[in-house]
C-alpha cells in the first residue's frame, strides 16, 4: 500500500511494478492540492492511475488539519472533471478490496 504517490504516473517501469504486485495507492487529492503537490484537481494522477490499471483509492489525508471528508472529497473530485461516476464506482471497489478488513 502506498500513499500520495503524485509522482508514480512519471515512472513508467515503477508504475508496472505496482501493477503487477497488486500494490494498491492511497490517493489524497485535496491533501495535494492544499500542499501543492499538484496545482489543481484535474492536474492530479489518480484518473491516469486507474486508465493504466493501477489499484487507487480516493481518501482524505488529515481531515481535521484540511477540514474535508469523504463526502467532500468526492465531490470535489466529480465537480472538477477529475473522475466520472463510473471511476468513483470502480475506485469504491478497489478500496474495498484491498482493505485491511476483506
Known amino acids: 500500500r502506498l500513499g500520495h504517490s503524485t509522482s508514480l504516473i512519471a ?16 490517493c489524497n487529492p485535496t491533501s495535494n492540492v492544499i500542499t501543492s503537490c499538484v496545482s489543481t484537481y484535474e492536474s492530479h494522477p489518480m484518473a491516469k492511475l486507474l486508465s493504466k490499471g493501477v489499484s487507487v483509492s480516493l481518501s482524505t489525508d488529515d481531515p481535521s488539519l484540511f477540514d474535508i471528508d469523504a463526502n467532500d472529497e468526492w465531490f470535489n473530485c466529480k465537480k472538477s472533471g477529475m473522475v466520472t461516476k463510473e471511476d468513483l464506482i470502480k475506485i469504491t471497489d478497489l478500496a474495498r478490496k484491498s482493505s485491511f478488513v476483506t
Open 11 to 26: 515512472d513508467e517501469e515503477l508504475t508496472k511494478v505496482v501493477i503487477g504486485q497488486g500494490i494498491h495507492v492511497e
